[in-house]
């Protein structure tokens, strides 16, 4: 089974997680900064791109009855503010004796590889 789901991260996005988190580092805020420093914008913060990851595991793939136990993401380049970036991914191994599933994701904007790694889930008993 393999699921894609678009997104993209918006400023409001980026403001509100700097003001849950506290971290306003320069690189995610500050597009002078990031730009002296290589980049073509402010860098979207990684866990914002975890919390795409937490809709696609709580939402899809398991969905309502799993309980995310594992992730593992390799951040290979930056995602851009309003960027469209795509989440792909696909189950890779399902244990009924441990009800258990293992998934392996990719986030992509076009050829660009953003991210890439693997999550685990628990699958919780459901409704017959």
Partial sequence: MAVTVPFSVSRDDMEKFAELSGDRSRIHMDRAFARARGFEDVVVYGALTVARLSNLVG???PGDFGLAT????DFNRPLYVDEEAVMEAT??????????????FQVR????????????????????
């Fill in 70 to 73: 594992s992730w593992k993401i």
């Fill in 91 to 104: 189950i890779t191994h399902k244990s009924e004796a441990t009800h258990t599933v293992k998934l392996k």
């Fill in 59 to 61: 939402m899809y793939l």
């Fill in 109 to 128: 904007c076009g050829d660009k590889l953003v991210a890439s790694g693997t999550a685990g889930s628990k699958l919780l008993d459901g409704p017959d």
